[in-house]
């Protein structure tokens, strides 16, 4: 079972940087992989980046709405999830999540499927980004 902390949100004007925190205890490297989404009231919750880690290499991805501007990483010593975001704008003003998820696709199919809410089976309690004009 994993379970997921966020920290980090806060209030930003527009162009202003955050970084994100996400504590993972029972994370598993070779089961898992973590995303980060945010939601809006009445919007769906979208996926914004994700990562994994096969033991050799990472690999990331990313909404194309934040491509250039956020960054995720993991530290696997400390069981953490980060997410840095720089030249924010006034549409990434949300509520933030980490999730954790299993039985990821291999190969290029995981561009797609890690954009899913559905696959993931564990959620932290969210933390609050705003970013003012």
């Known amino acids: 079972q994993v379970q997921l902390v966020e920290s980090g949100g806060g209030s930003v004007q527009a162009g202003g940087s955050l970084r994100l925190s996400c504590a993972a205890s029972g994370y598993n490297y070779r089961s898992h992989s973590l995303a980060w989404f945010r939601q809006v009231p009445g919007k769906e919750r979208e996926g914004v980046a994700s990562?994994?880690?096969?033991?050799?290499?990472?690999?990331?991805y990313y909404a194309d709405s934040v491509t250039d501007r956020f960054t995720v990483s993991q530290d696997n010593a400390k069981n953490t999830l980060y997410l840095q975001m720089n030249n924010l704008k006034t549409e990434d003003t949300a509520m933030y999540y980490c999730?954790?998820?299993?039985?990821?696709?291999?190969?290029?199919?995981?561009?797609?499927?890690?954009?899913?809410?559905?696959?993931?089976?564990?959620w932290g309690q969210g933390t609050q980004v705003t970013v003012s004009s």
């Open positions: 999730a954790a998820a299993t039985g990821r696709p291999t190969g290029s199919a995981y561009r797609y499927w890690w954009r899913s809410k559905n696959n993931y089976f564990s």
């Open positions: 990562i994994y880690y096969t033991g050799v290499d990472y690999y990331t």
